[in-house]
């Protein structure tokens, strides 16, 4: 059994460019960046980024190029493919993998929403009403582990 899947939550690190094929279907690229944070050996925070060419075909080309733009956050879901050409001008053989994006989503638009806003979904509409959101009332004395069934 083989699997080709991925999945990158990122940033954009440049505006989409937008083309058409001779068929007439769209083709969206654009770059993403990820970044990952682990501590060294010696306790040291470090920090890496990691930048994925991500490409977009049809409906979905148009709006992530009509909506996003550089610094947006995406998430991306897909094929990983490595295609390969002959270079003209200087005749070598030139390789580019790249993620072949089967659904995007959008992140949270930027202004300090976090990661909050991302999971928030319809609820900032509700608290900003009259109508009283549903909140979780936790008791007050402390739970027993030994109370808990499982």
């Not at 075909?57 to 998430?75: D, H, I, P």
Request: one cysteine or more.
């Amino acid at each position: 059994m083989y699997l080709n899947k991925v999945i990158l939550i990122g940033n954009l690190t440049r505006d989409p460019e937008l083309r058409s094929l001779p068929s007439g279907i769209k083709v969206c690229s654009f770059s993403l960046a990820t970044n990952r944070v682990w501590k060294d050996k010696n306790g040291a925070r470090q920090e890496a980024a990691d930048y994925h060419n991500v490409v977009v075909f049809g409906r979905q080309a148009e709006t992530v190029a009509q909506y996003m733009k550089k610094g947006s956050s995406m998430l991306v879901e897909g094929r990983m493919q490595t295609r390969s050409w002959d270079d003209k001008t200087s005749g070598e053989k030139k390789y580019r993998t790249e993620v072949i994006a089967d659904r995007t989503q959008f992140g949270p638009k930027g202004g300090g929403g976090g990661a909050g806003a991302a999971s928030s979904g319809g609820v900032g509409k509700a608290s900003s009403s009259s109508e009283e959101v549903d909140s979780i009332e936790y008791p007050e004395e402390e739970i027993n582990p030994e109370d808990i069934p499982f």
